[in-house]
């Protein structure tokens, strides 16, 4: 059976966006992608703090809002089986953005909070569910488990059964 083969219209501000990225990291980039409608790019960790300022700074892209910032474990993928995703939009110029980091088991990520605030409480969630470090967080404490908890739930490698410590908070007034 042949694959099948389909034109793909990419829109003009994506197209713009695409071209800046490529323009001012170039070489740097890991990787490139659209794939139903939305764009994604792989940037290195050194890289990651430059692109979402770029991102954010610069006029013709005009990304102002981090939508969610989210942590994912491919444990196939012995070199860097942990991932960061940044989902960044330009509601000026109605554009989405997709940015990936890739990370080696026990490497952390600068933080994005002095880039967007907003990132604060997505760090924290993905540094206790996956154990992605962020250095800089000002402050990487639990949200959803207690202090005693062990583990990382949502990591691929997390017991399905039995108990690893700690219990699922349910008070949190007074300590978020």
């Not at 470090?133 to 005693?148: V, Y």
């Amino acid at each position: 059976m042949e694959a099948r083969q389909e034109t793909v219209e990419i829109p003009e501000a994506l197209k713009v966006v695409f071209a800046r990225l490529e323009e001012e990291f170039g070489g740097r980039l890991l990787g490139s992608s659209f794939f139903r409608g939305e764009l994604t790019f792989t940037v290195p960790v050194e890289d990651y703090i430059a692109v979402l300022k770029y991102c954010r700074d610069t006029p013709d892209l005009a990304f102002e809002r981090l939508d969610s910032l989210l942590g994912n474990h491919y444990p196939g993928r012995k070199e860097a089986p942990m991932e960061v995703v940044v989902h960044l939009t330009s509601v000026s110029k109605n554009t989405r953005l997709r940015l990936k980091v890739m990370l080696a088991e026990g490497q952390s990520l600068p933080t994005a909070t002095g880039v967007w605030p907003s990132a604060d409480w997505d760090e924290r969630e993905t540094w206790e569910m996956y154990g992605i470090q962020f250095d800089g967080h000002p402050n990487l404490i639990r949200l959803l488990t207690t202090e005693d908890f062990e583990g990382f739930p949502l990591r691929k490698d997390f017991p399905l059964q039995g108990t690893v410590g700690g219990r699922i908070r349910t008070d949190l007034k007074g300590k978020i």
